[in-house]
């Protein structure tokens, strides 16, 4: 490790300005200790427990009352075991329960992102991120051209990204956290789809090798458990943290926790590694089906790799024509996508589509693709 | 109504900066045909239905699923019901349903705030909404002199204020619409506590009365249901409301479907009202304990007007001195309360206090109460 590389891990974190006004409350600090037994609280406003509906679920009637900011204990030490066992430094005081992953984008938005503020990105990549970075006042750069262009936070779905389903190598990984720390930049690291393997490849988080500079790591239970009761997480580096569980308080005081307490039971169940396991089954005979089906009615009008995980494929055509207007036509034969050209940075490059293969059954899928594909013959005839 | 009042209804709306960086993504529209029958959807990252979790509970498997950023259509319509019942102009498709009333004070804010935009607050007032503009950027002005100083936006709770317990009159009601009017002021009325009304007092919404003008009213199931569960609720004048949805999707995708539905259940059961009822019954009768504590223990040290309803006191204490110090003194003796000086929007007023009463029982309300007592004897001695 050069010399310049080992200094940059020192160099002071830039948050954006608004940061400058959020203010620790002198109060938060000593209400915390407000459930010891035997405190009188005049504090908060909350309910009296005598007030609050009979609850017959199998969780404990105390998911009705307010609950911490960070998230119930149990679920974070639940969510550090694991991140710890990635190689991630995530003890239980630095996780956070989030409402969904997409929170976590906000929160780490409002935390670096000004008008102007360089922010690396895949390009394509998650167009609800771009979306959220672009209303902070984010200016994208290349993640290829980091070093040069001192991006303050880089974000990035190394493993089956959306939209391509690309997994990044050991080495590129090795070389993303190597730039981060040699630029001061900050990782954001979104791992929704890990969990979603079909085929070997490398996956350690990128966060696991950010030893002394400044990192977010994020997963979700959308993917492996249920989208509906929006639950993700985050860990982070110990100077970021704690400004991120004040943006928290005051984004929602706490994420719901009947949904923390339904997946805490989830997770911790002796059945979870076999649901994991059925999933990654199914929805790996899923994409071998699309393949097929893909090099059936597309082989002669596009080109892909095929995804060693996640949900999407990630199609470049032949021809490179706008997908964009060809999606009302799409819908209206009973077929949807997403044109590509909606996740890039810039500018976008033309006749690219991503498709998920995870939802639609193997029938409605081969007829959905020969639809598509028809259509492709008739605007590039 | 004067003419000048009238043009004003149609000024034009002053966004924050970033919302012109708050692109309506053309798919949206689109995407939203997607569940028509027949359609197959390669569009999303939706799991396969046959991949979610086996579900015992009483609400459809559909809760797992990802579902609409506006919420369950059954709930927004309970929710349009209950505010047209209040004379507020609220269809079912301008009513959004929210992780907790706390988020609707961010999207707010995200949707009118930058550096410097002058804000409209009661001072003093709710300290999360305080930190949430502040956050943005917002410069406080005095709601009193509303007219002078063209706020963009004007937070208000007129009914059973945080922290004062004030209930406003209808012709404060009254005048508070037309300044915002005359102004073109967008009024921003956060009303949790209205259901818990003690004594008569008016509470017809301040909303009801914007005819012509810009308005967010935003509503809480957390004081008559659970606050766990994390869900509120706002509506908003028609050309506030698109924008407010694609913010709330950037922000979470949707609130969770799980909760919706608990929520759902319970206000349409039969037993709603009696609930509610005997909501107001027990909070009543604590309130009513809490005075004559009060008055024993406090009687000689403050003043503070009886609240007609809400969870709180608002003391002034005869001695002018900085509460703030107090609490760390009166938490080593087990009692717990807000300071006063949290409250204000600039300067503090010293010597006031915030005490909650629906949470401590009678006998602890008592012991509290003697305690905070002494030590302000001991204090101002």
Known sequence: MTSAVRHSHRRHVMFSERIDRLQPSPIREILSVIDRPGMVSFAGGLPASETLPDWSGTASADVLQYGPSEGEPALRQVVSERLRSLGVDAPPERVMILGGSQ?????????????GTPVAVESPTYLAALQVFRLYGARFV????????LARLAYVIPTFANPTGACASDAERDELARRCLSAGTVLFEDDPYRDLAYDDCDRRPVASR??????????????TFAPGLRLGYLAA?????????MLKQALDLHTSRLSQSIVLEAVTDPGWDARVEGLVRFYSSRRDAFESAMRRHLGDLAEWHTPRGGLFYWLRLNEHIDTRPLLAEAIRRNVAFMPGEEFFPNE???????LNFSH?????????????????????R
Chains 1, 2 share one sequence.
Request: glycine share 12%.
């Open 103 to 115: 929170q976590g984008i906000d929160l780490v938005a409002k935390l670096f992102i000004d008008r």
């Open 142 to 149: 290349d993640l290829d051209v980091l070093g040069e262009n």
């Open 210 to 223: 950010m030893s002394g500079g400044s990192w977010v790591y994020q997963g979700s239970f959308s993917k």
């Open 237 to 245: 580096s110990a100077e970021l943290f704690p400004r991120l569980v």
């Open 348 to 354: 976008p490059v033309l006749g690219t589509m991503r």
């Open 360 to 380: 639609a059954s193997g029938d409605d899928a081969d007829r959905g693709l020969a639809t598509l594909a028809g259509l492709l013959r008739d605007r590039t």
